[in-house]
């Protein structure tokens, strides 16, 4: 079979799947994943399907502004929920399984805010990538009840971009992305000063020109820095501003991740623990 004709089979499964929910709250980030699966669920729905995006120190604004404008080009109703996590002290710490614990808060918040909607579900965009790394998150989805469409249908994440791509999507090439706190190395307190400077510190490749990358931060000032690989020649003839950039933004070690850019990184040393 065709890949086109594979991915025009998942694709009527997921528009059959929303369908068959009658009414449902996405989980709105603005990532690649979620912008689909909310574009899918309101063509199918109309207004049946709405938009709950959350705010935190923990995101950082472009995205919410992001999904704010997302919805209102598209006609889509949106509710944004204050989520802050640092309030919590569990969270805060940044435990091993704080991604459970986030993701269990937030959830708790959008299930609460699609019942005084009437809404009959919640779903998220986790994708069938996701099944392979750390994700505590995804238990604290499974005990709650979300409903989780992409994974359902089986689809990739490459298959989420070129279906996204079909449907003139902004987010079809957007890079990908995780919350702050997944650059905090595990038991490291994570405060809002720390937020900002790997905020800073990310927009400041991304206004270089830098499409996948993180900013890790290791202790109270020390940066590495992950690219992918055929950028890292790019990043080191950056490196006089890029230092200047990041020391005003409080770091005070710069480094350059010779591996480059990775997801889950910060689980790594979760691996070499169970080695030993």
Not at 51 to 77: H, L, Q
Not at 107 to 132: P, Q, R, W
Not at 220 to 240: M, T
Request: aromatic share 8%; charged share 30%; net charge neutral.
């Amino acid at each position: 079979m065709a890949e086109e004709e594979i991915l025009n089979i998942k694709l009527e499964n997921l528009k059959t799947y929303l369908g068959s929910l009658g009414s449902l709250a996405v989980a709105y980030s603005s990532g690649v994943d979620s912008t689909f699966l909310l574009k899918v669920a309101h063509d199918v729905l109309g207004d049946k399907a709405i938009a709950i995006t959350a705010t935190s120190g923990f995101y950082p604004k472009r995205e919410s502004d992001e999904a704010s404008a997302f919805c209102r080009a598209n006609g889509i109703k949106q509710i944004v929920v204050a989520s802050e996590e640092l309030d919590i002290p569990e969270i805060r710490h940044n435990p091993t399984n704080r991604c459970y614990l986030c993701k269990r808060d937030l959830f708790t918040k959008i299930l609460s805010i699609a019942k005084e909607n009437g809404l009959d579900y919640v779903a998220e965009g986790s994708n069938m990538d996701d099944m392979g790394d750390y994700r505590p998150g995804l238990k604290a989805i499974a005990e709650l009840g979300i409903k989780s469409p992409l994974r359902e249908c089986g689809l990739y994440k490459e298959e989420i971009r070129t279906l996204s791509k079909q449907l003139a999507l902004p987010t079809w090439n957007k890079p990908s992305f995780a919350c702050l706190a997944s650059r905090f190395v595990y038991g490291e307190e994570i405060t809002r000063e720390k937020l900002k400077m790997v905020e800073k510190a990310e927009e400041t490749l991304l206004n270089l020109g830098f499409k996948q990358f993180r900013v890790r931060i290791h202790g109270e000032n020390l940066a590495r820095i992950e690219v992918l690989p055929s950028d890292l020649e790019k990043l080191f003839s950056l490196r006089e501003s890029i230092i200047k950039t990041l020391k005003d933004a409080g770091f005070t070690y710069i480094t350059m991740d010779l591996s480059g850019y990775r997801t889950g990184a910060m689980n790594e040393v979760l691996s070499l623990k169970k080695e030993k």
